[in-house]
């Protein structure tokens, strides 16, 4: 099975829905001469031509709309976003138009966009370019999130996300575009909504999703090598649908949960998720939940500062060990 990077398994994901449907285009600041943002779609210009691969002007909430618009249309728009951060530019277009018209309309129009780009911190750009948007977006009800977290699970959850006739909100974290991992070539499409055990254990259970997914395979590691302790791996891969009933099945086995999570502390994806497993699972649980998520500052251009905000192996064993306490 061929070995990709993260940043080309999106592009694969987006060459081959542009081959399958004519419908699909890729529109935003700088995606067709300069390759977009990390150069996620080099080579697709060239390829589909400026008709489908359109570059637009600096102005979010100008071709966002562009794009809802075609999309009640019977167009299917993949959106880049130069960074997620500026999603609040476009605020009214994509949680006020997107995410209401179908509600709206009484189920007569549909919004079948994609709009997806680099989010998170890590990449020392400041804090205006290091947004964690997913617990804001996942909060308006007629939209999906997805955050993956390899090679394979971007190129199939995309793929998912272009089929489907809601808005989609892919979230790609910017320090994963050089992360490789086995793609196949052959035809595939992941279900949204449907989270996956990384890693199976008896002892604890970690619930998490986009990068931090890697920070808590390597931590899972040196937790059963030096401590001893088996530790199962959830990686949500959406947050909105939320695939619970994978997270409930795992606590049920291990009855220890720490969440571990890229975002700010306060009012997170990752507070929810330990409400709703503590009212569905209680008597499952023989510790309480535990949390690890950023340094609650914003993002730093600081390369050394930044690193301390954010989780790593080193801070997931730490929780993870506190959570066995």
Known sequence: MPVITYR??????LAEELER??????????VGQFHGAYKVTEGLLAKFGPQR???TPISEAGFIGMGIGASMLGVRPV???MFWSFYSVAFDQILNNAANVRYMSGGQISCPIVIRGPANGGTNVGATHSHTPENILANHPGVKVVVPATAYDAK???KASIRDNDPVFFLENTMLYGEKGEVPTEEYVLPLGKADVK???TDLTIVTYGRSVLHSLAAAAVLEKEHEISTEIVDLRSIRPLDLDTVLA?????HRVLVVEEQKPFCSVGSQLAYMIQREAFDELDAPIHKLATIDAPAIYSPPVEVEQLPNPQRVIKAALQAMA
């Open 8 to 13: 080309e398994a999106i592009r694969h994901a």
């Open 21 to 30: 449907d004519a419908n699909v285009v890729v529109l935003g600041e700088e």
């Open 53 to 55: 691969i359109v570059d």
């Open 79 to 81: 959106m880049e976003l």
């Open 156 to 158: 199939g959850l995309l």
């Open 199 to 201: 890693r199976e254990g």
């Open 250 to 254: 795992s606590v049920a086995k291990t």
